[in-house]
């Protein structure tokens, strides 16, 4: 179709008003931004790797999508004040309660088969009913996110079956029932159906949701969690082939980081928008970090899950400040690496000394990457501290004195474990 620059339907009437949409769009908005801060409190939580995988990658995925949202919803003759708000109590309950998913299989089922089909099925309604030249920006907008929540929604349904088959988790069903209650007491994600006069109750979400004291790691399929470095069991003899094992494996333990980031993403609800965006963003890329470290053990043929998993990023600062956890982070281990050159040696080793062709290239991103977390760290501790950039460089480098007192000592204990049982 030439005409109209191959929009179709140009003469039909849709069904959204400019008043209308703006009212709609929020509550897409307020969904992903919801779905957000579940997944980031929900991650330390969750035991399965791919599941905790996931929820790092569709927790930027949300943050993209409500920031696009975000962008159109004042287009529409809308005050941008409405964009703090949450438009509808029924669709707040269902958040609240879906954070108190209380193992794998619940937080995956309640995500990936009730609340993103959910969202999907409004979204491909709203496309094909709106007027399509007037709604042209929103139809952009959601098309985009569409073809995220199809990926999202495959990759979800299929984990659940997994954790279905392994019978170690009691039926969901209640559950999503009940998540699904709420949907249609909200008169469906778009408030298109009719609503309920009849209020749903609380179930579990009568206390506040909080984040775990320590990450888990599912003990059925990987190794104990340990705060201390432990590479693998059989790394090569070579000095060389022994540090490109344990690179390969510091790599693999970034998860740790992103249950840190995540749980200060979780814990600042007053923060400005732009600050979750980043942190969804710092969240995701620590992830694929993560998966650098997996994918290039997996390529050599190591078994990384049975051995121990290191967790103490998280574990050693849970208890903190959010502003002192981000600060270890971001300006303690991130801008530190930038300063004493670590990750341009790192890229540069496995390009020059071990010649490893798929090291070299995650190191080259993962420096690329810790670039631009140290400039969040910048941007933001100072405004969670509320304090000078120089005051926070001396907060972090306390906080990382503190933590290495701790990992030292759990090294030290598990090396005297380990020559124990030999």
Not at 251 to 269: D, F, I, K, P
Request: glycine residues 6%.
């Amino acid at each position: 179709m030439i005409s109209y620059t191959g929009i179709h339907k140009p003469y039909d009437i849709g069904e959204y008003s400019v008043e209308r949409n703006a009212k709609v769009l929020q509550r897409y908005r307020f969904m992903h931004e919801g779905l957000l801060r579940v997944m980031a409190g929900q991650l330390p939580a969750r035991g399965d790797w791919d599941l905790k995988l996931g929820l790092c990658r569709h927790m930027y995925e949300n943050a993209e999508a409500a920031n696009a949202l975000r962008g159109r919803i004042p287009e529409l003759r809308t005050s941008s004040a409405v964009l703090g708000k949450e438009p509808d109590a029924v669709l707040s309950l269902l958040i609240d309660e879906l954070i108190h998913a209380e193992n794998d299989l619940e937080l995956t089922a309640g995500i990936y088969a009730v609340v993103k089909p959910a969202l999907l099925e409004t979204y491909r309604r709203h496309m094909a009913t709106t007027q399509q030249i007037v709604d042209q920006p929103t139809l952009r907008i959601l098309r985009t996110i569409v073809l995220d929540l199809e990926e999202q929604v495959t990759w979800g349904c299929e984990l659940q079956r997994m954790l279905e088959d392994s019978g170690v988790f009691p039926a969901h069903e209640p559950f999503t029932d009940r998540l699904r209650s709420y949907i249609a007491a909200a008169g469906g994600i778009d408030s298109s159906l009719p609503k309920t006069t009849e209020l749903p109750p609380r179930e579990r979400s009568t206390e506040p949701y909080r984040l775990p004291l320590r990450s888990v790691r599912d003990p059925r399929t990987m190794g104990p969690v340990t705060w201390a470095r432990t590479s693998m069991s059989n790394a090569p003899d070579d000095e060389m082939g022994r540090r490109v094992v344990a690179t390969m494996r510091v790599r693999q333990e970034e998860m740790t980081a992103c249950e840190l980031v995540s749980g200060v993403l979780y814990s600042q609800r007053q923060m400005p928008w732009s600050f979750h965006r980043d942190l969804a963003r710092h969240v995701w890329d620590e992830a694929r970090h993560a998966m650098f470290g997996q994918a290039a053990l997996e390529a050599e043929g190591y078994d990384w899950k049975k051995e121990p998993q290191y967790t103490s990023d998280y574990d050693v600062n849970e208890h903190k400040l959010p502003g002192a956890q981000y600060a270890w982070l971001s300006i303690g281990i991130e801008e530190g690496a930038m300063v004493s050159n670590g990750k341009k040696k790192e890229f540069e080793y496995f390009r020059d000394e071990a010649k490893h062709p798929l090291m070299q290239q995650f190191q080259d991103y993962d420096w690329a990457d810790e670039v631009v977390h140290a400039n969040l760290g910048r941007k933001w501790v100072p405004e969670l501290l509320e304090e000078e950039i120089a005051f926070v460089r001396e907060v972090a480098k306390k906080e990382l004195d503190h933590f290495w007192s701790e990992v030292n000592k759990a090294t030290e204990q598990w090396r005297a474990s380990k020559a124990g049982n030999e």
